[in-house]
């Protein structure tokens, strides 16, 4: 099968809404940046003929300067993938899981929306996100060993340090087992402030309070 970037492309159509997930959404940032029309920087790449994938992106990067995440789009754009998105329904992303990952996975979702059923689950940058209205509030992950979870507020990871003890925190995940048991009261802390103007300001002025009080103690 032939990796070529003359392979046949999809038109591409400038008054077009771009979909989730759609590579055209970067398009007309390109064009700003690069002061070029999409069609010059798709030539470009088809007439290395049958460059590899890092060939092409390294003629965007090195000789043009872009981004890794433009070079990317259209690079795989040109090489026929117009979309980024693999799922389209949270269904279709829990059928490809692990039975013992989407069990879990499904448990916290589940566990957050029985105390707030108005939030919508929706994939988004091909995992399941919890939003509410046009905001995410919450999101899940997997991988090999573990399973990831997110409030879409990183303070919040600050606020919660002393509940979040037992597990191992980044900037703005945390990992927990694929079997964990889920803590619905940790889950709702994550996310409860993100649902009213202030929410995640008052969490965590009420932890340092908290601290402060026991370090008088």
Known sequence: MTTSGRRSKPKTDRH???????????????EKKHGKPVSHWLKLIADLGDATYPQQI???RERHEFSQTHANALVMYARGSTTSKRFSTPAHYFASLDPAK??????????IRTKHPQLE????????????????????????????????????LTSLSSRLAGYQVNKKTVRVPIGWK???????A???????????????ARSKKKSERASRK
């Open 58 to 60: 390294a003629l965007l």
């Open 121 to 156: 689950l929706v994939m988004a940058w091909n995992q399941p996100m919890l939003r509410s209205g046009d905001k995410y509030v919450f999101g899940v992950s997997v991988a090999t060993n573990h399973v990831v979870i997110a409030p879409f507020d990183a303070a919040l």
């Open 190 to 204: 994550m996310v409860r402030p993100q649902l009213s103007t202030g929410g995640v300001a008052r969490e965590a």
């Open 102 to 111: 989407a069990r879990t996975v499904r448990a916290i979702l589940t566990a």
């Open 182 to 188: 889920v803590d619905a009261s940790l889950l709702d």
């Open 16 to 30: 077009a809404t771009p979909k989730p997930g759609d590579r055209s959404a970067h398009f007309p940032a390109i």
